[in-house]
């Protein structure tokens, strides 16, 4: 079973330092996405989005340490809630902007697959 669940941390811990970087590298775009998915109204600065960038490497690292992966789970869980309620509201609100999960290129996905080349 620890073969599994280290294979699943090291796979979790990758796309949140991935998104990590990209919001530490452009937080604006990311903030311009989350803004317009609460309302519209500017709540959430780019200095926010990098605050939540050092959480997701903290978190991702954090996951990596056996002493720390219960908290880092737990940590996981949370954002993954909270990016999950932004979604839902920039979709429900017919959001255009990209979510700037992953830096500049991450625009709304078509519903139906796309072929990989």
Known sequence: MLPVSSFTDTVIATVLLRS???KAVAPGVASEAVNEAIGGRSVFSPGFIRAVSAVETFTAVALLVPALRWAASAMVAVLGLCFAALGTAGSI???KQPCGCFGTD???RSPRPTPAY
């Open 20 to 22: 990590a970087a990209a």
């Open 93 to 95: 609100r017919g959001s």
């Open 106 to 108: 991450s625009r709304p």
